[in-house]
């Protein structure tokens, strides 16, 4: 009962939203097609924490709030110790029998920007993988501190112009590459890790789900593209998407207990990288010819990682 | 074609502008800054569609956001194949399906983005964008022939 | 079901084990936590208590302080009892989460071991974090001893999660001086305590799944100021349910505490106003002086430094004969005078004998503060009295090396 069907669209579409309209996102924002698929792929009930960031400050602001489920903010650093110490009073209220309805299934989520996770919330969840409660938390990666303007995170690619790490005569952008979030996570020897996104739908639903039925810390790394930082239109939200799985920026794949990996997703034409920074205004500078380098240097790194990818997942180590 | 008020009394979606709620003063604020989402016992909510849940006014399904929108997707039914497309990837969960078919679209809640017509893969597509003032039954009547494929 | 734990008539425990067993007592569902000293003994204890079978709640270890306090706003908000314990950089680091459990009305109880705030780093007590939180929106209850330690460790939780109250309590004592210092305690039964303590009553609770709830909205201009000053009056009204559970505590053992202590202040010229283990000191200094000198000195402890008893303090100083009060802040005050100078100033301004007021600083990084040091201070107020205007700087440094330090004079000329 507790995993809704994700057969297919059309068995999926049945499902009742939790997630509800009118909250302050931007226009075309992936965060919630990402949430609403969350708790779309569950009917259980959900205890959800969020760290400050643009899905915490555009669905909660008094007098409205977007949740349908319990949900709680604290600060920009601690969802995932919310969570995770939720999921402790909860044990311990069954353990008492002071729950309303001990039979109740209940699922712990934690959301955080890349600015909460890969940042300045580093240590509180990694704190809260070690200490093993049943949660998971889902990582809304739009690779900027879109919240406050589009400042460089440590999730900031090569070469993007942020407004901390900027493109100008003397710099094409952020010099530092993006932090391995996903492979981290994988070594604190969490159950289920996994990177995903929306535009494969099918496969986010199944790695949520996963996540969800997984007993123990899962995270999950979604590619969620900012139609404001990144600079597109906002109607273009899945098809930049499109060329970021298609091009592997954002290869989709999981590990399980800190080593299985598997590729949940090979391009049938894998794209230049060109095609997806030429999408976007963040990357416009990258096409003058002083910057050439920087672009190969892009596409090598995504090279090298799909092979690593792939050759992990051929070891079955 | 928005589905306000279909269950009189139930249904409250879009109720308000966001920002134009009473301000109560300090005494009658919510202690502790809480938000209920729901009026009365919500334990079955999960199982119920949206007209028939007891929506507090806290619940942001209560407000409208329609003023964000300068263009609009217009919905032809004619055209559609209930693929579902445009309800999975609606960041605004504003595209109302019931029983695996297409209803229409939440006005109250949609921001205008257009990604409903990008995902739409019908053709013609069955989702197209209009400015807001444009007339949705005449919106339908100019509705485009099927696109020969380009080559 | 945890086992009972057995406990003697009288009990040796200092401040930690004293705070640890009332933790115990209450029954607690989640303490999340990590260890600082001095009050690393508490969460020890606890763990003891764990290990063996004696809780049934759980125990989170957890990697920061910061994450101390944001496990317990997260467990708090899940309905049900909540504690942890803290000193000193600990504190520090909890700081931004202090503001959110009160603003979010969660009643969870700090045990704090006052402890010096670093630069210089330093491991001893002194006041510095407790007035650290003194703007938090928290309740502020001061042990002096290890018995106060704990019995207001366990009205803490009768007070904070009061329905009329919601607010989250710190439960104050010195660091060494009351946390290490062994003595004779009166424990209660478990089930006594317990009962005494209640069953946790949850509100908006994020596991009543037929009422979802969100927790931590965000509030702008236009609703802000409401929300606070929502909090601030649930902070101030708490005084009467603080005094309701300390008569209750009385009817039960016998043991009586008041929002503000005072001592010997019937027929007093002059007085001290001090927190903390070193009220003990003063009133000794206080009897000694009286008998020596004949001078009327007598002592007032606010326990209650959150809210600030601005009502009883005055009324402990309204003393016709009261003529000069030294107020005296164990916290390096940062460009102004002492805290507890500035609100007892405020407090005494209606008294119809409107004392002298002056400040000491004293105590920082654990530096002793004896009898003999009292009774200096005590009889340079008399000195004040005697002279009819304040003889010295208004603030000064007590215990200090090197030339005398000291700001601000009254002008009499």
């Known amino acids: 009962m507790a995993i809704t069907s994700i057969k297919n669209l059309k068995e999926f579409s049945t499902n009742n939203d939790r997630f509800e309209g009118a909250h302050l996102l931007c226009p075309g924002c992936a965060h919630s097609m990402i949430v609403r698929e969350l708790m779309n792929c569950t009917d259980d009930n959900l205890v959800i924490a969020s760290n400050t960031g643009c899905l915490e400050v555009s669905t909660a602001v008094y007098p409205y709030t977007s949740w349908d489920t319990s949900w709680i903010h604290i600060g920009f650093e601690n969802a995932a110790t919310a969570a995770s110490c939720a999921e402790s009073m909860y044990k311990a209220r069954k353990n008492k029998g002071t729950l309303k309805d001990p039979d109740a299934p209940v699922k712990f989520v934690a959301f955080g920007g890349d600015g909460s996770t890969y940042d300045i919330g580093f240590q509180w969840l990694s704190g809260a993988m070690e200490r093993g409660h049943d949660f998971t938390y889902i990582c809304l990666d739009n690779e900027n501190y879109a919240n406050t303007g589009g400042q460089r995170s440590s999730a900031t690619p090569v070469g993007a112009n942020t407004s901390t790490a900027q493109a100008g005569s003397h710099s094409y952008g952020k010099k530092q590459k993006k932090k391995d979030m996903v492979a981290i996570m994988a070594a604190h020897g969490a159950p289920y890790v996994a990177q995903l996104a929306p535009n494969k739908w099918k496969s986010m639903a199944k790695g949520f789900q996963k996540a969800l039925e997984t007993e123990g810390p899962c995270f999950i790394n979604t590619v969620s593209a900012c139609t404001t930082e990144w600079k597109f239109d906002p109607k273009d939200t899945i098809n930049v998407t499109d060329l970021a799985t298609d091009t592997l920026m954002f290869p989709i794949y999981e590990i399980i207990d800190g080593h299985e990996l598997n590729i949940l997703y090979r391009p049938k034409n894998i794209l230049k990288v060109e095609d997806y920074l030429g999408a976007q205004g963040r990357y416009r500078h990258l096409f003058k010819p002083e910057n050439k380098h920087v672009i190969e240097r892009i596409q090598k790194d995504i090279d090298e990682k799909w092979e690593f990818l792939q050759r992990r997942e051929e070891a079955r180590i | ?151 | ?413």
């Not at chain 3, 600082?36 to 125990?59: H, K, L, Q, R, W």
């Not at chain 3, 990697?63 to 049900?80: D, F, I, P, W």
């Not at chain 3, 709830?213 to 349910?241: C, I, N, P, Y």
């Not at chain 3, 002793?368 to 002279?387: G, L, P, S, T, Y």
Request: glycine fraction near 8%.
């Open chain 2, 1 to 151: 074609m928005s589905i306000t008020g279909s269950v009189p009394g139930t249904d409250k979606r879009g109720l308000r502008e966001l920002g134009a709620e009473e301000k109560v003063g300090w005494d009658e604020v919510t202690q502790g800054v809480t938000l209920n989402s729901f009026v009365g016992d919500a334990a079955d909510i999960v199982h119920k569609k949206a007209e028939e849940r007891n929506y507090n006014d806290f619940n942001s399904y209560t407000a409208t956001v329609a003023s964000w929108r300068i263009i609009k997707p217009v919905y032809n039914r004619d055209i559609c194949i209930d693929c579902q497309n445009c309800w999975v990837w609606c960041p605004d969960t504003s595209i109302i399906s019931r029983d695996k078919q297409m209803l229409g679209i939440d006005y109250d809640h949609c921001k205008g983005c257009g990604v409903c017509v990008e995902v739409c893969p019908t053709n013609p597509k069955s989702l197209l964008m209009f400015g807001e003032a444009e007339e949705n039954d005449k919106a339908l009547s100019a509705w485009p022939e099927k696109k020969k494929k380009e080559k």
């Open chain 3, 1 to 413: 079901m945890a086992k009972e734990f057995e406990l003697n008539e009288v009990e040796v425990w200092d401040g930690n084990y004293a705070a640890s067993q009332a933790l115990r007592q209450a029954q607690i569902d989640v303490v999340a936590a990590y260890p600082i000293t001095p009050s690393t003994p508490i969460v020890e204890g606890y763990g003891s208590y764990v290990a063996n079978g004696y809780v049934d709640g759980e125990f989170v270890m957890v990697e920061s302080e910061h994450g101390a306090m944001s496990g317990c706003v997260g467990a708090s908000a899940a309905g049900g009892r909540v504690a942890t314990a803290t000193s000193s950089q600990g504190f520090a680091l909890m700081t931004e989460v202090l503001y959110q459990a009160s603003g979010m009305r969660l009643p969870i109880v700090l045990t704090v071991v006052n402890r010096a705030l670093a630069s210089p780093l330093n491991v001893r007590g002194d006041h510095s974090d407790m007035y650290l939180g003194r703007d938090s929106g928290w309740i502020q209850i001061d042990a002096f001893d290890a018995q106060e330690a704990y019995d207001l460790a366990l009205c803490a939780f009768r007070i904070g999660e009061h329905l009329d109250v919601r607010l989250p309590v710190m439960m104050h004592q010195d660091g060494f001086t009351t946390s290490h210092k062994a003595q004779n305690v009166y424990p209660l039964k478990d089930s006594v305590a317990y009962k005494f303590v209640g069953e946790y009553v949850p509100v908006d609770d994020m596991l009543d799944f037929s009422r979802p709830v969100t927790h931590g909205a965000q509030t702008e201009e236009d609703w802000h100021f409401e929300h606070k000053a929502k909090q601030h009056k649930a902070l101030m009204d708490s005084r009467t349910v603080i005094d309701e559970v300390f008569a209750d505590f009385k009817k039960l053992t016998g043991r009586e505490y008041k929002r503000v202590e005072s001592y010997m202040m019937e027929d007093a010229e002059v007085a001290l106003v001090l927190l903390g283990s070193s009220v003990e000191t003063a009133v000794l200094a206080a009897k000694q002086l009286r008998e020596e000198e004949g001078i009327k000195v007598g002592i007032v402890a606010p326990r209650c430094f959150r809210p600030f008893p601005y009502d009883l303090v005055r009324e402990a100083l309204d003393v016709p004969s009261l003529k000069a009060v030294c107020c005296m802040d164990k916290s390096a005050p940062g460009g102004a005078m002492g805290a507890l100078f500035n609100e007892v100033s405020a407090a005494a301004y209606s008294t119809e004998a409107r004392p002298m007021m002056t400040n000491y600083v004293y105590g920082l990084g654990g530096r002793d503060f004896a009898v003999d040091e009292a009774k200096r201070i005590m009889k340079e107020q008399k000195a004040h009295a005697d002279a009819g205007h304040i003889t010295t700087d208004i603030q000064q440094f007590s215990g200090l090396r090197g030339p005398k330090l000291g700001f601000f004079q009254t002008r009499r000329d």
